[in-house]
Nanobody, 118 residues
């Protein structure tokens, strides 16, 4: 059974930082490209960051470039998203997933909520 358990969300002030984590299980983690997605209320889920199987390449949405850092631990089957210099943002939910042929393939986890406001 594939499972994603996201954590680390919360409230932060603009300019602050949060570190999200995701524990994955039930599939071949080390053979999977992993990704973080973000969904704002009333909007579609959007891709934020990806990391290749061996962590040799990381890609980011334009909104995340220079501020977010995506990483993985293939021993612990976890991915992390370090978010710095946060911009004001109403509550959004961040999810992790594994990509198959470039798209999220497995059922979503519960996500972790992030609110950035002063």
């Amino acid at each position: 059974q594939v499972q994603f358990v996201e954590s680390g969300g919360g409230s932060a002030q603009p300019g602050g930082s949060l570190r999200l984590s995701c524990a994955a299980s039930g599939f071949s983690f080390s053979r999977s490209v992993m990704a973080w997605y973000r969904q704002a209320p009333g909007k579609e889920r959007e891709l934020v960051a990806t990391v290749t199987k061996t962590d040799d390449k990381r890609n980011y949405a334009d909104s995340a470039k220079g501020r977010f850092t995506n990483s993985r631990d293939n021993y612990k089957n976890t991915v992390s998203l370090q978010m710095n210099n946060l911009k004001p943002d109403p509550t959004a939910v961040y999810y992790c997933s594994a990509l198959v042929l470039g798209s999220a393939f497995y059922p979503w986890g519960q996500g972790t909520h992030v609110t950035v406001s002063s």
